[in-house]
Every structure is written in structure tokens, then in C-alpha cells.
């Protein structure tokens, strides 16, 4: 068997992409248009788990304040009241953080910046 043409020893291949910080570290943003792959920010899910465990702990009379928890927890209270906020986040970017379809601005460091609590007015201001 005979080839017609030689095989190059290199192929070169141009691929646009954009490196951006997101959260702390580095990540690829592809143009616009480009399909983009869904990535859960493991950050902001662990936040999202400690948050509604924290709020089923503090509900079901485990523990009678949230300084109490927070000691227990080995995190200062302010933070963990920052934490907890997120469980009056709209059902729709909860859901959206767990799949991996937030937008690249939610960051953990965006929402535990203080949010509106009404969900309407947090899909403006989160999305």
C-alpha cells in the first residue's frame, strides 16, 4: 500500500480560548458561541451543603443559636451567618449552582456578599 502524500511530523491546531481567574484559580473561557462545558463550582456547592445542614441543625433544636453551632463548627459565627443566607437563595439558582449553569459572576466570594432576599430580585442581581 502506497500513500499519495507524506504525513506532516507536526499538525498544528488553533483552539480561542480566554484564561480567566473565577473563585481563585485559573479556569478556560471559550468564546462566545462555543459550546461551553458545565462545571459544578465545588466551592459554592460545599457552602450550599453546609448552609441548609447548618439551618436543619439550628431548626430541629440541635443547637439553640448559631454562636453555639459556630463553636462547635470551629468557624467564627459572622461567617457562618454569611453562609446561611444562601439558604434563602431562589430554588432556580440553587439549582442551577448544583448543575453547573450559574454564571461565571457566581462565585461563593459574589453570594456571600449581601443579596437581596426577595428570588425575583436576586435573579437580576445574581445572574
Known sequence: ???????P????????FRVVKRGGRKEMQMPDGAAQPRRTDSALVKALARAFRWKHMLESGEFATIAELAEREGIASSYMTRVLRLTLLAPEIVEAILDGKQGPEVTLVHVLEPFPTGWEAQKLDLS
Open 9 to 16: 511530523d507536526t499538525v498544528t491546531l488553533h483552539v480561542p
Open 1 to 7: 500500500m502506497t500513500r499519495g502524500a507524506a504525513i
